[in-house]
């Protein structure tokens, strides 16, 4: 204030997400929803001519400056378009050929669809000795449909599902930030 009592100068302070500051629950909102339950994505399906020469399906979102690919790699890739760098990528055995991405009762997993069928990757956790999943899936865990697989706005991938009335994370993977050390240290 100045000495006749005008307000010269105002901060305002606005407050994201939880009021509590526990959590940045805006990081965990949905940007876009990749597949539904019960969706299947191959390799060998993409939306242009490129995509399909490469056997890659690719999405991507100008607003959050990423993009989601799968490929016959079988490894999933959440790419930075900004900085040209992979935030978050999955795990994959190296077999030739086609791959599929499915989405069935909450759980994401990639396949290979020359036989044998086996598991690549999935948000349960493969175990190949015993051939069977470690975790449970989120039905196990109380979660129910409808689910979906999502991309936040903080950059994660995410499954979320619907427990006691709303719709929550059932699963999520966090940015690799480890994976980029050093490379912006010049």
């Known amino acids: 204030m100045d000495k006749n009592g005008f307000v010269k100068r105002q901060q305002i302070y606005i407050q994201v997400g939880d009021a509590s ?5 805006w990081k965990f909102e ?8 019960g969706d299947k994505i191959t390799s060998e399906h993409g939306d242009t001519d490129e995509e399909i020469e ?13 993009a989601f690919q799968f490929d016959t790699s079988g490894i999933l890739k959440l790419k930075d378009d900004f900085f040209g760098i992979t935030i978050f990528k999955t795990l994959s055995k190296v077999d030739p050929g086609p791959q ?6 909450g759980a994401i997993a990639t ?30 865990e109380g979660f129910t449909g409808p ?12 499954i979320t599902g619907m427990k006691n009335g709303q719709r929550q994370i059932a699963w999520h993977e ?13």
Do not use: C
């Not at 949905?30 to 339950?37: E, H, N, Y």
């Not at 490469?54 to 990423?66: N, P, Y």
């Not at 689910?147 to 995410?158: D, I, L, P, S, W």
């Open 21 to 25: 500051g526990d959590r940045e629950d």
């Open 30 to 37: 949905t940007f876009a929803v990749i597949l539904s339950d």
């Open 54 to 66: 490469k056997h890659e399906v690719k999405m991507e979102w100008e607003k959050l400056e990423v």
């Open 100 to 105: 599929v991405l499915e989405f069935k009762d």
């Open 111 to 140: 396949y290979n669809l020359i036989g044998p069928k086996s598991v690549l990757w999935s948000s349960r956790v493969w175990d190949a000795d015993a051939q069977s999943f470690r975790k449970k899936s989120p039905v196990g």
């Open 147 to 158: 689910f979906e697989y999502v991309v936040t706005k903080g950059n994660r991938m995410a």
């Open 174 to 186: 966090d940015p690799d930030y480890e994976d980029w050390t050093g490379r912006f240290e010049d």
